[in-house]
Nanobody, 117 residues
């Protein structure tokens, strides 16, 4: 059974840090590009960061460059999102996505990140 399970979200003060994890199961994780997207209340889902197979390419949306880092551990079938210097605008539900040749094929249920004092 295919699963993507996100964890690590929570409530953090502005300037704080969180590390999200997405554990994959049921498919050949190393053969898929992975991404983190987010959706804030009343807004459309947006791309945050992506990493290609075998770490061959990484991309970030401009708003998180220098603050967020995506990486993957193919041995553990897990992709991570390290988030530093968090801002209230980063508040959203964060979703893990798996891509196969440019097509979104699997996604998780999301984890809530709230940045507030």
């Amino acid at each position: 059974q295919v699963q993507l399970v996100e964890s690590g979200g929570g409530l953090v003060q502005p300037g704080g840090s969180l590390r999200l994890a997405c554990a994959a199961a049921g498919f050949d994780f190393s053969g898929y590009a992975m991404s983190w997207d987010r959706q804030a209340p009343g807004k459309e889902r947006e791309f945050v960061a992506g990493i290609r197979r075998a770490d061959t390419g990484i991309e970030y949306r401009d708003a998180v460059k220098g603050r967020f880092t995506i990486d993957r551990d193919n041995a553990q079938n897990t992709v991570y999102l390290e988030m530093n210097l968090l801002k209230p605008d980063d508040t959203a539900v964060y979703y893990c996505h798996a891509w196969n040749y440019g097509q979104l094929v699997y996604w998780g249920q999301g984890t809530q990140v709230t940045v507030s004092s």
